[in-house]
Nanobody, 124 residues
Framework: VQLQAFGGGSVQPGGSLRLSCVVS????????VGWFRQAPGKDREGVVC????????NYRESVKGRFVISRDKAKNMVYLQMDRLKPEDAGVYYC??????????????????WGRGTLVTVSS
């Protein structure tokens, strides 16, 4: 199983980015996908996840209304649309898979495969 996150970049506060995560070796029906981020000097934290069915999502409170997770089963890809970005959203963003079915979690422990991160910088 391999994951690769891409789409990061540098934006000003209020700007937008769309991250993508491509997964190989698994199909989306078999696992949840989560997006996590880690700012310098801080712990990695869960941002949003989407369940294996695609019907359940779970957003970190601070990103609700600004971030949207979606997926394309045909391409085995998961996206994270990030709007109205704030400086506190900056960090390295990672995607990961959780093989447990049902509601997805924003905790790190259940996720077994992780991709390399993509850097998001938000500054003026």
């Amino acid at each position: 199983v391999q994951l690769q996150a891409f789409g990061g970049g540098s934006v000003q506060p209020g700007g937008s980015l769309r991250l993508s995560c491509v997964v190989s070796g698994r199909i989306l029906d078999d696992y949840s996908v989560g997006w996590f981020r880690q700012a310098p000097g801080k712990d990695r934290e869960g941002v949003v996840c989407i369940s294996n069915s695609g019907r359940n999502t779970n957003y970190r409170e601070s990103v609700k209304g600004r971030f949207v997770i979606s997926r394309d089963k045909a391409k085995n890809m998961v996206y994270l649309q990030m709007d109205r970005l704030k400086p506190e959203d900056a960090g390295v963003y990672y995607c990961a898979t959780d093989p447990v079915h049902g509601a997805c979690l924003l905790e790190i422990a259940p996720y077994d495969y992780w991709g390399r991160g993509t850097l998001v910088t938000v500054s003026s």
